[in-house]
């Protein structure tokens, strides 16, 4: 059976016969956007119940709903990897969010450092990438969005437990790389800095932290997006979950 066109990430439970209703905005993409009918399948998951097979049970231009008719995947344990970047200008920041939820981060989490140049994040558009990339890509969650803070506040409140891998492009680390196979299996983050770097001050607080680990990403000063996309690649590749096949 060809997988259906459709899949939506949907808030409600995802239980055998249950219907749900869409909201406004899901109604709108399935009827104006895809051109959907009453009856063409949909694949739905919720982050909680696995992957369920569904079909379009109403269809209006602001409303809809779908009827459950079976699991297609149940809910697995997923890498609990997460994303620390400091925000960058709207079509970078929207690249970072579209490519971590592909990359598999768990949580993308903006962080304020001293030389972040932006001021305001719009979490509402960025919720709406990691969204839209975790139905395209086939997931079973959406990566939780953090709320923006200042770097030195989420690094008082950090759970030491977590690896934090910080990026540093001043040379402080050994390769990535390398790092990864001799830490201990367990939660573990990326920190990607702004476009402007760290700051010497927030080097040395880093430095002194010792859940944190700086690490290299070669000879090239990468920009931000680019970094944080090659660190979760490789990450995945030697300590998540790329040793899995693809729909496993
Ligand atoms: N303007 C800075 C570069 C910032 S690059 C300078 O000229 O030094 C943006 C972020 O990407 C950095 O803060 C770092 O987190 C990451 N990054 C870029 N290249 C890197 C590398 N080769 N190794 C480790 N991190 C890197």
């Known amino acids: 059976m060809t997988p259906p066109r459709l899949r939506l ?3 409600a439970d995802l239980a055998p016969g249950a219907g749900i209703v869409l909201p406004r905005e899901q109604a709108h993409y399935l009827a104006n956007v895809m051109r959907a009918a009453v009856g063409e399948a949909v694949l739905a998951f919720n982050g909680r119940d696995g992957e369920w097979r569904a079909h379009i049970g109403a269809l209006g231009k602001a409303a809809a709903t779908l009827v459950l008719d079976a699991q297609t995947r149940p809910q697995a344990a997923e890498p609990d990897l997460w994303l620390l970047a400091a925000p960058l200008k709207k079509d970078r920041v929207d690249l970072v969010a579209e490519k971590a939820a592909e990359l598999g981060a768990a949580a993308l ?17 960025l919720r709406a990438h990691l969204i839209e990339a975790a139905e395209q890509c086939e997931r079973l969650t959406v990566p939780a969005l953090m709320p923006p803070l200042a770097l030195d506040t989420v690094l008082a409140g950090w759970d030491a437990a977590r690896i934090l891998l910080f990026l540093d492009e001043g040379g402080s680390g050994p390769p990535l790389a390398a790092v990864l196979p001799g830490l201990p ?4 983050a990326i920190l990607v800095g702004p476009e402007g770097g760290f700051a010497p001050e927030e080097r040395a607080a880093l430095a002194r932290l010792p859940f ?25 590749a030697l300590k998540g979950d790329w040793n899995r096949p693809v729909r496993g």
């Open 9 to 11: 990430f949907v808030a």
């Open 109 to 125: 989490w903006p962080v304020m450092t001293r030389r972040t140049g932006i001021a305001r994040v719009n979490t509402d558009r």
């Open 185 to 188: 299996d367990g939660p573990l």
């Open 212 to 236: 944190a680990r700086p690490v290299s990403l070669g000879p090239r000063i990468l920009r931000a997006e680019t970094a944080a996309i090659a660190a979760l690649a490789v990450v995945q």
